[in-house]
């Protein structure tokens, strides 16, 4: 299974946009989103105050500001190829 984890602020459009792509593209794929709210934790709001939104994919930093459908796809299926 492939954790996405966005890291979002409450009224943030960026991190509504990102919401939607990843949701679209993760539809059919063995993979979970999870929201994390940076204004929850200290630690995280101030590693990412400036930059959100941020996407991992399994812990790694792979989208800042915007994430595109056709490179979270090839992302997506380079980790489910070198799982299988």
């Known amino acids: 299974m492939i954790t996405i984890e966005v890291m979002t602020q409450q009224d943030c ?9 990843i ?7 063995p993979a979970e989103l999870k929201m994390t709210d940076i204004e929850s934790d200290p630690k995280l709001f101030e590693r990412y105050k400036e930059k959100i939104t941020v996407v991992l ?12 459908p056709i490179t979270l ?5 380079k980790l489910l190829a070198t799982k299988g």
């Open 13 to 21: 459009c960026l991190c509504d946009d990102a919401k939607e792509v």
């Open 23 to 29: 949701e679209q593209v993760i539809a059919e794929l």
């Open 57 to 68: 994919i399994n812990g790694e930093e792979s989208f800042v500001y915007k994430v595109h």
């Open 73 to 77: 796809r090839k992302k997506l299926d």
